[in-house]
């Protein structure tokens, strides 16, 4: 694991290496820049110097571009040291070894008092649920790079897109997404398991109630990121998914619209483990009868499921391992 967070290591100062030879090319964007996105337009008049985020994973945007935030959010999941700064982010932070960002306390939505505080020169937010209140109230303090269509339906590589544009490091964005898709790629390369197999994300399941199924659509960003590491979607999800929502749901006693499902990955113990393979009718399920499930814990593997551009080859490798043995289980 320590050998493969060093080659992440190197492959990011890579990326950073590019991203600094583009600099010209940076230096050389013509202002004012326009973004559209699902509130309308938002316009950079001259690059940022001050750079703020809110909601989940934004700011790993800037920090792989090599600029350090003046605020972000606090990590409200996966902190195993509770100091509101996942392991990848803080790695980082140290690599680029600039002042420490203020942390938004978001338990109970938007700090606005505390972003307007670090006077940004724009906020990033193109992954995050904002409402049109939080984006009006926002706009106030800074001009706003919003999510693209859906809230909180962009995926990693929208994520870096949209950021890196209202950062006016387009190019830089893109050649981090080239990056890390090389990395997917050639972990890959070594799990030819996992191409075909269906995978469901099942979530919100109770040990003592299984009576309602829960998952994930294609609409989520957890179950998009299957298609990355070239799982496919059983029917139930892609029929859930059509109707645009983020989740769907099926009755237990329905349990044999899951046959299709190879891999069922959700977040949960060995209890709720126990429970699926006890139950008279979630044991009927393939995927719980052959044991090809992936059980993420509240911890940093766990955020794995919902990809971020420094998550991703943080815990790439550790993801790929227990969906391939998964995946080796299933008939």
């Not at 551009?309 to 815990?315: C, M």
């Not at 790439?316 to 995946?327: C, G, H, M, P």
Request: proline share 5%; aromatic share 8%; glycine share 6%.
């Amino acid at each position: 694991m320590r050998l493969f967070r060093l080659c992440a290591q190197v492959l990011v100062a890579c990326v950073w290496i590019v991203t600094q030879g583009s600099a010209l090319a940076a230096e050389s964007v013509s202002y004012p820049i326009s973004i559209k996105h699902a509130f309308g337009t938002t316009v950079i008049q001259k690059k940022p110097e001050r750079v703020a985020t809110v909601a989940w994973a934004n700011h790993e945007v800037p920090l792989a571009l090599g600029i350090i935030p003046v605020g972000m959010a606090r990590a409200n999941f996966g902190d195993d040291d509770a100091d509101g700064i996942l392991p990848w982010v803080a790695e980082r932070l140290d690599e680029l070894k600039g002042e420490r960002p203020v942390l938004f306390d978001e338990g109970d939505g938007i700090d606005f008092e505390a972003v307007a505080a670090t006077r940004p020169d724009v906020i990033l937010a193109s992954y995050s649920g904002l409402s049109q209140a939080d984006y009006d109230t926002l706009s106030q303090i800074a001009p706003v790079i919003a999510y693209p269509q859906a809230p909180w339906s962009t995926d990693w590589r929208e994520m870096i897109r949209f950021n890196s544009a209202g950062l006016g490091m387009r190019a830089e964005g893109d050649a981090l997404i080239a990056g890390i898709e090389a990395d997917i790629k050639n972990t890959l390369d070594g799990h030819p398991e996992l191409k075909g197999k269906s995978a469901m994300f099942i979530t919100h399941l109770s040990a003592s109630d299984l009576s309602i199924i829960n998952f994930y659509t294609t609409n989520d960003t957890r179950v998009k990121f299957f298609a990355d590491l070239g799982l496919t979607s059983p029917k139930s999800v892609l029929a859930a998914s059509q109707a645009g929502k983020f989740a769907g749901s099926v009755s237990a006693e329905q349990i044999d619209a899951f046959d299709d499902v190879d891999i069922l990955v959700t977040y949960g113990d060995q209890t709720l483990f126990e429970s699926l393979r006890t139950n008279p009718l979630t044991a009927h399920m393939p995927a719980v009868a052959h044991q090809s499930l992936v059980m993420l814990g509240s911890n940093p593997v766990g955020n794995a499921a919902n990809p971020t551009p420094l998550s991703i080859r943080w815990v790439l490798k550790d993801y790929v391992a227990l969906l391939s043995e998964a995946a080796k289980k299933a008939k």
